[in-house]
């Protein structure tokens, strides 16, 4: 009987979780926590992978090599922050920027039509139902008129066809001038071919009305710092 109430408090516990992630998925925090370690980065499935001795931020390197149209990439950190329900962490967020380009600001970068990244690490198992519901919403109000409804529902579809897991990954990598692909887990990625959904995208997590202003103020942090 113990053991049977034990059942029914966690139940109770989890419904409440899931009613307070689908109330309110506007909570979110800066990340920090730089600690130097061994790494195998891996930031596309085309990317080559090679062990390195790299420096992190929290649990996102502060530098990777990414491969595209032949040519490759090397990728800053321009910043990361948490995505929050309430008081529970849903995902740390990061954000990657050609090294070649010098945005000076979040706003800057978002528009920026060069090689970029967004990594969304998950901190705990989420119902892809929750998660969904959180990124329509974000889309929606950048993009009120439905302009790019098909694009969207591509993009969820694809993130979204398995639940996520605590320390799963999403990659979303911009490509100038043609679109995105993303990438869940390590499986073979997904394009979005259009520009213009593109910047959306990056609009959802930097832009005036984007998901969160601390998430906003942290992708960018780094470019606030370096010097100019």
Not at 160 to 189: C, F, M, N, Y
Request: proline share 7%.
């Amino acid at each position: 009987m113990a053991w049977l109430g034990f059942r029914s408090y966690q139940r109770m516990i989890s419904g409440l979780i899931g009613a307070a992630l689908l109330s309110s998925f506007a909570g979110c925090e800066r990340s920090t926590s730089p600690q130097p370690v061994i790494v195998v980065p891996a930031a596309d499935a085309t990317a080559a992978a090679q062990p390195t001795a790299v420096e992190f931020d929290g649990i996102f390197p502060v530098e990777l090599n990414h491969q595209s149209d032949g040519m490759v990439h090397r990728l800053k950190l321009t910043g990361t922050a948490v995505r929050k329900a309430m008081l529970l962490k849903i995902y740390q967020i990061a954000s990657y920027c050609d090294d070649s380009t010098s945005p000076t600001c979040v706003d800057t970068l978002a528009a920026a039509d060069v090689p970029k990244q967004l990594c969304l690490t998950m901190e705990r198992d989420i119902p892809a139902s929750i998660l969904s519901r959180g990124f329509k919403e974000a889309f929606e109000k950048n993009d009120p008129e439905g302009k790019f409804a098909d694009e969207s529902k591509t993009m969820l579809d694809h993130m979204l066809k398995a639940p996520l897991k605590e320390g799963e990954s999403v990659w979303i990598t911009h490509r100038p001038g043609q679109g995105i692909t993303v990438r869940v887990r390590d499986e073979e990625p997904i394009a979005v071919n259009n520009p213009e959904f593109a910047h959306l995208v990056w609009r959802v997590y930097m832009g005036p009305q984007g998901v969160c202003p601390k998430v906003r103020e942290g992708l960018g942090e780094r470019l606030a710092a370096a010097p100019h």
